[in-house]
């Protein structure tokens, strides 16, 4: 008998291996997500303990909105039959831009009178929402941490990286959207 089939066929049997799944090259610890965390949070930290010393230092009785950011009114409006603005309505306004120390970025010359279709067009979220709480002949100051404002990119052009904002807004006129 010919032993060397009889070794092959052992050989082949017990040198055959169930295939092992490839390890990653690779892996992360989430380690970059937890940095970032801890960097938004003492960034949200520090712009709040700015805004709370603009808060106390200037005499107004402002107020904290469901959104993240202050607010107080310079202007109010009492007639109830006057509304605050629903998604479509054409919001006319003007506004002004500062930082928290008073210096102007942009004023309302800059910024001109502007129309806004509420909820469906570009426009940073502070005033977004700030809008929606304005009627027509409101003047309300917002301070906008910079996640409320333009956030991490800035606007591009004069206001930086992470800068919370104080902005002045007119709402002229809100115009209700046409049900058709």
Do not use: H
């Not at 940095?35 to 003492?42: D, L, P, V």
């Not at 942009?106 to 067009?121: A, F, L, V």
């Not at 904002?165 to 209700?176: F, W």
């Amino acid at each position: 008998m010919n032993k060397l089939p009889i070794l092959a066929i052992i050989l082949l049997v017990f040198s055959c291996k169930a295939p092992e799944a490839r390890r990653p090259i690779s892996s992360t610890s989430g380690s970059f997500i937890n940095q970032s965390i801890e960097r938004n949070k003492a960034l949200n930290a520090k712009e709040t303990a700015a805004i709370e010393k603009v808060m106390t230092q200037n005499n107004q009785d402002y107020i904290a909105s469901k959104s993240g950011f202050w607010y107080y009114y310079n202007t109010k409006t009492e007639i109830d039959s006057l509304k605050t603005p629903a998604f479509g309505d054409i919001v006319n306004y003007n506004y002004n831009v500062k930082t928290l120390n008073g210096n102007v970025i942009y004023t309302k010359n800059d910024t001109k009178t502007q129309n806004y279709t509420m909820d469906k067009e570009e426009l940073f979220t502070g005033l977004r929402e700030g809008l929606k709480l304005m009627k027509t002949g409101e003047t309300v100051t917002f301070l906008f941490p910079s996640q409320k404002a333009y956030g991490y990119y800035g606007d591009e052009n004069k206001i930086g990286t992470n800068i919370p904002i104080v902005c002045e807004v007119t709402v002229n006129s809100i115009t209700q959207k046409q049900i058709n």
